[in-house]
């Protein structure tokens, strides 16, 4: 089936900073979407973003799909920002979504 | 964005009971919803496949006599967790789809966190 690695792994910042998760994939996709879960294990949709850029607030993403890899933007981390980041993909012929090991991201006041 | 709901959040129920997590959409009608089950600190690990009107499809080294799912309408799915013991106790997310197609977005519900004692 098709890998999906995110990095880093962890990830500790000060508020206010910038940082830029990865999230590569072995095989073409029809879909990708970046989740946030929060301390309560809630998974909250952040981008639904197969190819192209979007942006939402302080929050951006990319997709390279020939290039297979996304990157999403996190720019002037708040505390709030803090749990895992989930990369999940939807592989081409198939429409079961599977998902990285996440990132995890501390970011201090 | 669309909702799906789960219910309940969090539960404890004793070893050898039975557990029914609810799995709705709220807005939109969902073909094919998903089952995860997540271990602390880990990602999320697909059970099974949900279909309206059919058998689901579980993945491999799955129980699926165990994990009973059960997609009734186009707006709700079930997990009963049967004879549940404590290496069941974990966190299982259901998500869904609008149509079930490729090329759609998927939406997740809140999570049910499962102790059994």
């Known amino acids: 089936g098709i890998q999906v690695e995110q990095s880093p792994p962890d990830l500790i910042l000060q508020e206010g900073a910038n940082s830029t998760l990865r999230c590569n994939f072995s095989d073409s996709v029809n879909n990708l979407q970046w989740f946030h879960q929060n301390p309560w294990g809630q998974l909250i949709n952040l981008f639904y973003?197969?190819?192209g850029t979007k942006q939402n607030g302080r929050l951006s993403a990319t997709t390279v799909a020939t290039e297979r890899y996304s990157l999403l933007y996190i720019s002037s981390s708040q505390t709030t920002d803090s749990g895992v980041y989930f990369c999940?993909?939807?592989?081409?012929?198939?429409?079961?979504?599977?998902f990285g090991r996440g990132t995890s991201l501390i970011v201090h006041p | 964005g669309a909702v799906v709901s789960q219910h309940p959040s969090w539960v404890i129920c004793k070893s050898g009971t039975s557990v029914k997590i609810e799995c709705r959409s709220l807005d939109f009608q969902a073909t094919t919803m998903f089952w995860y089950r997540q271990f602390p600190k880990q990602s999320l690990m697909l059970m099974a496949t949900?279909?309206?009107?059919?058998?689901?499809?579980?993945e491999q080294g799955v129980e699926k006599d165990k994990f009973l799912i059960n997609h009734a309408s186009l707006t709700l799915s079930t997990l009963t967790v049967t004879s549940a013991h404590p290496e069941d106790s974990s966190f299982y997310i259901c998500?869904?789809?609008?149509?079930?197609?490729?090329?759609?977005?998927?939406?997740f519900g809140q999570g049910t966190r499962l102790t059994v004692v």
């Open positions: 999940a993909v939807t592989p081409g012929g198939s429409y079961i979504p599977t």
């Open positions: 998500s869904a789809t609008r149509t079930g197609g490729m090329n759609t977005e998927a939406f």
């Open positions: 973003i197969p190819s």
């Open positions: 949900s279909n309206e009107g059919s058998k689901a499809t579980y």
